[in-house]
């Protein structure tokens, strides 16, 4: 099985580092494609896969094709691409905003398509990416990719609508949570924590809470309340987020991340 890239920049470093941590595919399996060859020496170095700028190179050879370049280069590498497909092939895109119909248009109504919204956490096997496959991909394919998916974290089939909100909720969402994570950090430091020790401790109660929501299945509300004892400190804490309208603004974040992936 040859799995392609084509682009591979933060996003297919990350699912690349995650499939070979796992062992489910060895790098000479692996081949990329970027624009320039600066990058495709960085790469080869780090990940130890063939890396090319010619795009046609990688779509010719790979049995799953990525598609991981930003979307305001779809077009140009669509066009490059589309004649050396086959209907054999089958094209994962994980890119924001491109759904099956653009996709369809200018790969070819013939193609095996499977829209995908992964996440950076990938690259430690904690990723979540939600699947959306086209009406020609088999059971098979289909599981094929999935099997994938899942050597770096967990994956799911969902409708096309619902993919443009994953990708705020959980595609983006890693950025509000690293500027969480240094602002707890920046807060310990103002008061004499030493930094890394600060960005250790943050990252790990963030990490244990993830996962108190994972295991407990118990409402976010009620871990809080866990949290508050009365007349203590932690319900300071949160009357002052509830002040500055925290949740507020996280709501936000993730409506304009999803109004902008419904513009590209
Ligand atoms: N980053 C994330 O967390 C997530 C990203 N995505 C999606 O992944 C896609 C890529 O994003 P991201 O990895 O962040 O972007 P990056 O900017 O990190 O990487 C883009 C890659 O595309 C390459 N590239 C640019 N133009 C071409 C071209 N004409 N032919 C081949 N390769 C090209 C770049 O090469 P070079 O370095 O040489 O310029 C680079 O390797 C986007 O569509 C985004 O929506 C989806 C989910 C999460
Ligand atoms: O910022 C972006 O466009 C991509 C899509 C989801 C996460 N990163």
């Known amino acids: 099985m040859k799995l392609g890239f084509i682009g591979c920049g933060n996003m297919a470093s990350a699912i690349i580092g995650g499939i070979l941590n796992k062992g489910l595919a060895q790098p000479e399996d692996i081949c990329a494609s970027v624009k ?3 990058s495709a020496q960085k790469i080869q170095n780090t990940l130890g896969i063939s890396c090319t700028t010619n795009n046609l190179e990688v779509a010719k050879t790979a049995d799953y094709l990525f598609l991981a370049v930003k979307p305001q280069f779809c077009t140009d590498v669509a066009l490059q691409i589309k004649d050396a497909l086959t209907d054999k092939q089958v094209i994962i895109s994980v890119i924001a905003g491109k759904n099956l119909e653009w996709l369809k248009e200018h790969l070819g109504n013939d193609k095996k398509i499977i829209r995908t919204m992964p996440n950076t956490p ?5 990723g979540v990416t939600g699947v959306c496959p086209d009406n020609l991909t088999s059971d098979e394919d289909l599981q094929n990719v999935l099997t994938l998916l899942r050597s770096f974290g967990q994956a799911d089939i969902v409708t096309e609508p619902i993919l443009d909100i994953v990708g705020a ?3 983006s969402s890693p950025a509000f949570v690293f500027m969480f ?3 707890l950090a920046d807060g310990a430091v103002a008061e004499g924590m030493p930094r890394k020790q600060a960005y250790d401790f943050a990252a790990q109660a963030v990490l244990g809470s993830a996962k108190m929501v994972l ?3 118990k ?3 009620e871990l ?3 949290v508050c004892s009365p007349a203590g400190t932690t319900i300071e804490g949160v009357n002052t987020l509830e002040k500055e309208g925290m949740r507020s603004a996280v709501m936000d974040a ?3 991340c999803i109004q902008k992936t419904r513009k590209l």
């Open 254 to 256: 993730v409506r304009a």
């Open 181 to 183: 994570i240094e602002a």
């Open 122 to 126: 990938a690259l430690v096997g904690e």
């Open 219 to 221: 409402h976010p509300g």
């Open 36 to 38: 320039t060859q600066s």
């Open 215 to 217: 295991e407990t299945k």
């Open 224 to 226: 809080k309340d866990m």
């Open 169 to 171: 909720v959980s595609g």
